[in-house]
């Protein structure tokens, strides 16, 4: 899987969450069981 990120990005979500987006390239992505948050629209869903 290819993984990218704005850096920015990255560092807002380090100061916001203490987690780096890198991490991402350590997930198993063929075993990550995810569904869409409905409770309500947060206009993110899109057609791949």
Do not use: C
Request: charged share 25%.
């Amino acid at each position: 899987m290819d993984i990218t990120f704005v850096p920015a990005k990255d560092k807002a979500n380090q100061t916001k969450h203490g987690v780096s987006l890198s991490l991402a390239y350590e997930l198993d992505w063929s075993s990550v069981m995810a569904k869409p948050d409905t409770r309500r629209d947060y206009g993110e869903l899109g057609t791949a």
